[in-house]
């Protein structure tokens, strides 16, 4: 029975900010698109052998504002967009198929959602980013996201790191780059693709819970995963004459499976779905919605950010903004969800979640700014079973000194559980985190933002499913400053004491099994597993670019350190990349795990990227050495 102290949310169109944008089928397809163009990358012109050019360019990489486009269930015919920058597009059918954007001539007509390579105006440069004149790049697109709808046109997701595709029926041919553009995804997870499909030039790739109908994916450069997929997925792992590697986890090995919860409307009326975990359903996708729990609006808080702070008032928690936080913290203890507009929130306070199965989602790539104060934007209580955190984007903040004086405190983002009390947890109703990324720099002018660790998790029986943890390389200039690499317009590289962050995630719970994995830049262990019988599987990580030998590779710091107590791990698709840009840097090994035959790591490489120094072995000291040019390193038996 309803808790009648419990006041009901309202449930209509009329609830949401103007950022967030709602579509019906009735309305004009370009009245449509002109409302999107505000959302979507800026455009160029440029010549190219001649030729008059157009390029959507990486501008709006640091902008403050926040979309989403939310499409009602029915048809849109010739409806073709851009996703920009912290854009989220969905569809707010129960099944993927209730939002469709078709196309009135399919071979040469896109319409849906796409992401093209972005500034294609730049030269190519030796030691650069750019393949050749006019490739552009995608190593920077990041932040944007697209779910939930068919298409029956060819669709372009030119994207990297933190920019899924997922819930989606591909009715025709898909490409995760435009053309040979560099590139560094990236996650296509529980959809279906008809036609071909092709990674092209990207580095790595994870698809999980995908259907290939008809044809074998192809292309892409150094790891390429696939895990549940099914159709004509590859059946078996591989290496091709390149040393790239297909790497198939074909029936889960970890049998546990939830999807990222998700909105439709009914009706007229919102309600906010979410998939029930599976340890039978592991495998292909799952976008009908029958299994699906299904929550009314009225039982769910919008969180609604407050209005756009200027860089002076960036760092100064207000009480606006203590009222918000107060605010959302409420309706938690009131037992409600929480959805999250597009926005930044500036929280004086940790989220905590106290109760079983609450949900927070973000739309738009809503972010959580930490508390100054040392505590994390997100705080999960131990042994609180099925709880769901998706969406998001954790963003670090200046702390304060009393926070940054106590060196036995470890400041994180967000905390699932609590060190002191590890390994609490529900086998039968696991915590996920769907669409997690976290953020040292990048946005704030000031480079002392910091913590210590970006997610922690400690308790047992918790699932990660896309994350991207990413200690920003390079950041937004301030006003009239300059760049410090001309190889970088536009942006400041981030050199020694800037944005400091120690690890980007660590492991304390037994039985956490994470699905696409991305750490980057930070400046001691990069994961650090001190659970048992925990996997992952598809790891990306870069070393951090900044540091010195001394204070890194002579410290003998790694990208994937599986603590000595450790018994049992799995780590698949495994790959740590270094380009170590102000100092040469000579680092052992990139990972270190104890020598127990149920430590197993499969189908692990190093890359060198450019610059200085070099990544000596692979695993404990074994496989040779990444070499400039020289494509993947990897063991030969492991």
Same mark, same amino acid.
């Given at each position: 029975?309803? /808790?009648?102290?419990?006041?009901?949310?309202?449930?209509?169109?009329?609830?949401?900010?103007?950022?967030?944008?709602? =579509?019906?089928?009735?309305?004009?397809?370009?009245?449509?698109?002109?409302?999107?163009?505000?959302?979507? %990358?800026?455009?160029?012109?440029?010549?190219?052998?001649?030729?008059?050019?157009?390029? +959507?360019?990486?501008?709006?990489?640091?902008?403050?504002?926040?979309?989403?486009?939310?499409?009602?269930?029915?048809?849109?015919?010739?409806?073709?967009?851009?996703?920009? +920058?912290?854009?989220?597009?969905?569809?707010?059918?129960?099944?993927?198929?209730?939002?469709?954007?078709?196309?009135?001539? *399919?071979?040469?007509?896109?319409?849906?959602?796409?992401?093209?390579?972005?500034?294609?105006?730049?030269?190519?440069?030796?030691?650069?980013?750019?393949?050749?004149?006019?490739?552009?790049?995608?190593?920077?697109?990041?932040?944007?996201?697209?779910?939930?709808?068919?298409?029956?046109?060819?669709?372009?997701?030119?994207?990297?790191?933190?920019?899924?595709?997922?819930?989606?029926?591909?009715?025709?041919?898909?490409?995760?780059?435009?053309?040979?553009? +560099?590139?560094?995804?990236?996650?296509?997870?529980?959809?279906?693709?008809?036609?071909?499909?092709?990674?092209?030039?990207?580095?790595?790739?994870?698809?999980?819970?995908?259907?290939?109908?008809?044809?074998? *994916?192809?292309?892409?450069?150094?790891?390429?995963?696939?895990?549940?997929?099914?159709?004509?997925?590859?059946?078996?792992?591989?290496?091709?004459?390149?040393?790239?590697?297909?790497?198939?986890?074909?029936?889960?090995? #970890?049998?546990?499976?939830?999807?990222?919860?998700?909105?439709?409307?009914?009706?007229?009326?919102?309600?906010?779905?979410?998939?029930?975990?599976?340890?039978?359903?592991?495998?292909?996708?799952?976008? %009908?919605?029958?299994?699906?729990?299904?929550?009314?609006?009225?039982?769910?808080?919008?969180?609604?950010?407050?209005?756009?702070?200027?860089?002076?008032?960036?760092?100064?928690?207000?009480?606006?903004?203590?009222?918000?936080?107060?605010?959302?913290?409420?309706?938690?203890?009131?037992?409600?969800?929480?959805?999250?507009?597009?926005?930044?929130?500036?929280?004086?306070?940790?989220?905590?979640?106290?109760?079983?199965?609450?949900?927070?989602?973000?739309?738009?790539?809503?972010?959580?700014?930490?508390?100054?104060?040392?505590?994390?934007?997100?705080?999960?209580?131990?042994?609180?079973?099925?709880?769901? #955190?998706?969406?998001?984007?954790?963003?670090?903040?200046?702390?304060?000194?009393?926070?940054?004086? /106590?060196?036995?405190?470890?400041?994180?983002?967000?905390?699932?559980?609590?060190?002191?009390?590890?390994?609490?947890?529900?086998?039968?109703?696991?915590?996920?985190?769907?669409?997690? =990324?976290?953020?040292?720099?990048?946005?704030?002018?000031?480079?002392?933002?910091?913590?210590?660790?970006?997610?922690?998790?400690?308790? @047992?029986?918790?699932?990660?499913?896309?994350?991207?943890?990413?200690?920003?390389?390079?950041?937004?200039?301030?006003?009239?400053?300059?760049?410090?690499?001309?190889?970088?317009?536009?942006?400041?590289?981030?050199?020694?004491?800037?944005?400091?962050?120690?690890? $980007?995630?660590?492991?304390?719970? /037994?039985?956490?099994?994470?699905?696409?994995?991305?750490?980057?830049?930070?400046?001691?262990? !990069?994961?650090?597993?001190?659970?048992?019988?925990?996997?992952?599987?598809?790891?990306?990580?870069?070393?951090?670019? %900044?540091?010195?030998?001394?204070?890194?590779?002579?410290?003998?710091?790694?990208? +994937?350190?599986?603590?000595?107590?450790?018994?049992?791990?799995?780590?698949?698709?495994?790959?740590?990349?270094?380009?170590?840009?102000?100092?040469?840097?000579?680092? $052992?090994?990139? !990972?270190?795990?104890?020598?127990? /035959?149920?430590?197993? =790591?499969?189908?692990?490489?190093?890359?060198?990227? @450019?610059?200085?120094?070099?990544?000596?072995?692979?695993?404990?000291?074994?496989?040779?050495?990444?070499?400039?040019?020289?494509?993947?390193?990897?063991?030969?038996?492991?």
């Amino acid at each position: 029975m309803a /808790d009648p102290t419990v006041t009901k949310e309202p449930n209509n169109e009329n609830m949401w900010p103007e950022n967030v944008m709602i =579509f019906h089928p009735s309305d004009d397809v370009t009245t449509i698109q002109t409302k999107i163009e505000v959302t979507q %990358d800026p455009q160029l012109n440029f010549v190219l052998n001649g030729t008059s050019e157009t390029t +959507y360019t990486s501008a709006n990489q640091f902008s403050e504002k926040h979309w989403a486009l939310l499409f009602a269930p029915g048809v849109y015919t010739d409806c073709s967009f851009e996703v920009g +920058y912290n854009v989220q597009v969905a569809g707010l059918g129960a099944s993927a198929n209730d939002v469709q954007f078709i196309s009135s001539a *399919p071979a040469t007509t896109v319409s849906g959602p796409f992401v093209l390579a972005l500034d294609k105006e730049l030269p190519q440069t030796t030691g650069g980013t750019i393949a050749y004149p006019g490739s552009g790049l995608a190593l920077n697109t990041f932040w944007r996201g697209a779910e939930n709808f068919y298409t029956n046109s060819n669709m372009v997701w030119s994207v990297s790191q933190a920019a899924p595709l997922r819930r989606v029926y591909v009715d025709a041919n898909l490409q995760f780059t435009e053309g040979g553009e +560099y590139a560094s995804g990236g996650v296509f997870a529980n959809g279906v693709v008809t036609g071909s499909t092709s990674f092209n030039s990207q580095q790595q790739w994870f698809c999980r819970g995908v259907d290939f109908t008809t044809t074998a *994916p192809s292309g892409g450069a150094w790891n390429i995963v696939f895990s549940g997929c099914t159709g004509n997925a590859p059946t078996t792992s591989s290496y091709d004459s390149t040393n790239k590697a297909v790497v198939v986890d074909l029936v889960p090995v #970890i049998r546990i499976r939830a999807e990222k919860p998700f909105i439709t409307l009914e009706g007229g009326r919102f309600k906010l779905h979410v998939p029930k975990s599976t340890v039978t359903k592991t495998c292909g996708p799952d976008l %009908d919605g029958t299994e699906d729990e299904v929550r009314d609006f009225e039982d769910v808080k919008l969180g609604i950010p407050g209005p756009l702070k200027n860089d002076a008032q960036y760092n100064i928690i207000d009480q606006n903004d203590v009222d918000l936080t107060q605010e959302l913290q409420a309706a938690l203890e009131q037992g409600k969800d929480l959805v999250l507009c597009p926005g930044t929130f500036f929280l004086s306070a940790p989220l905590i979640i106290r109760k079983p199965n609450q949900v927070i989602l973000g739309l738009g790539l809503a972010t959580l700014v930490a508390p100054k104060n040392g505590l994390p934007c997100i705080q999960v209580m131990p042994g609180t079973p099925g709880v769901r #955190i998706a969406g998001i984007m954790l963003e670090a903040s200046v702390q304060d000194a009393a926070s940054t004086k /106590d060196k036995n405190k470890m400041i994180s983002l967000l905390e699932w559980g609590q060190p002191q009390k590890v390994g609490m947890g529900d086998s039968n109703n696991p915590g996920v985190l769907s669409d997690v =990324f976290a953020t040292v720099g990048g946005y704030n002018l000031d480079r002392s933002v910091s913590t210590d660790v970006m997610i922690r998790i400690s308790d @047992s029986y918790v699932v990660g499913d896309n994350l991207w943890l990413w200690r920003a390389d390079h950041m937004r200039l301030r006003p009239f400053e300059k760049a410090n690499d001309p190889q970088f317009p536009g942006v400041w590289q981030t050199h020694p004491g800037e944005c400091p962050v120690k690890n $980007a995630l660590i492991v304390n719970g /037994d039985h956490v099994h994470i699905y696409g994995l991305f750490c980057e830049h930070t400046i001691e262990d !990069i994961v650090v597993w001190s659970g048992n019988n925990g996997s992952v599987t598809f790891y990306q990580c870069e070393l951090p670019y %900044d540091v010195s030998n001394e204070n890194f590779g002579e410290k003998n710091f790694v990208g +994937y350190r599986v603590q000595d107590e450790v018994h049992s791990h799995r780590g698949l698709g495994v790959g740590v990349y270094s380009n170590f840009t102000l100092n040469v840097v000579h680092v $052992a090994t990139a !990972i270190v795990k104890p020598r127990k /035959d149920d430590v197993a =790591f499969h189908y692990p490489f190093t890359v060198f990227l @450019s610059n200085n120094g070099q990544i000596k072995s692979v695993i404990n000291g074994m496989g040779p050495p990444a070499e400039p040019n020289g494509g993947p390193a990897r063991p030969f038996i492991f």
